[in-house]
């Protein structure tokens, strides 16, 4: 099946797509989404949220991985991820993927072993699980990245079972 | 020319579009987008966008007035406010309407004269300036109505000049 993680963002939405059994995984798909900082934001949503459906679109994922918004980590850009998070929620849920949210110190958890691990481990696993030749950058394609491995851990059992 | 206010929320979105050539306005509907708020949050994103799309189809708004965000107001719902109104801005823009923001504080003064209004007097204010037979209802669509208004208001004399 194919699992999309989202790592929300309006400057930068990271995404990565695996296609997996729910034990060995190919990279199908692995970037960021990007809007230009200068533009309003009305029309930088508009332009997320139309890159959103072409990347739904060629992706066709069954399940959708997001990283939950929490506010009291970074209340500067809270809202604007909060928008974009709208956005993909939204856009998975209407297309009926299974879409199910994680918390930053759950993601970090599943893939590095602790909550407290800093980009650089996450970006370090990310490779090494997923057989690159270098960590994913930037950090938000690696963020998506983790996000999509945390889903398949988690829910790992099933999803090999059931599709 | 149509003016959209919209107070974006997820258990109920207000709207409010008027027909105004910036001085005398033509209520053309009023009310609320509801979801159930026992479905899950991305089910209940991806039900709202689909009702805005369907209120843009049938409104085709000029200009579209959305209240801002502020996550100090109310933390507790912040998030899915910050949710609904991306998808609120996003849909705006995406249909290349102009898309203007208002804070809560110049809303009430634009409506009431003062922004420490509280929700009754709002909504005494928008009934008198509608000539409405009573005050708009619920709390969301009334806001909605002082939001289109306030547009107006802010925007008046080149909403009567340029359209």
């Not at 790592?7 to 798909?29: F, I, N």
């Not at 929490?70 to 604007?80: E, G, H, K, P």
């Not at 856009?91 to 930053?104: D, H, I």
Request: charged residues 15%; proline residues 6%.
């Amino acid at each position: 099946m194919f699992v999309l993680g989202i790592d929300p963002g309006l400057s930068r939405c990271g995404y990565c797509c695996l296609d997996t059994d729910g034990r060995a995984h190919t990279t199908m798909a692995i970037g960021v989404l990007t809007t230009p900082p200068d533009a309003p934001v009305p029309q930088r949503l508009a332009e997320l949220a139309s890159d959103l459906r072409s990347l739904f679109d060629e992706l066709q994922p069954q399940a959708v991985a997001v990283e939950r918004v929490l506010f009291q980590v970074n209340v500067r850009t809270a809202i604007s991820v909060g928008q974009a998070s709208g956005l993909v929620l939204a856009e998975a849920a209407g297309r009926g993927c299974e879409v199910v949210e994680y918390s930053p110190n759950q993601v970090k958890g599943a893939v590095a072993g602790h909550g407290a691990a800093d980009k650089n481990e996450v970006a370090t696993m990310v490779q090494w699980l997923l057989g690159l030749s270098r960590p994913p950058h930037p950090a938000d394609a690696a963020d998506a990245a983790a996000i999509a491995l945390c889903h398949i851990a988690i829910s790992g059992t099933t999803v090999g079972a059931a599709r």
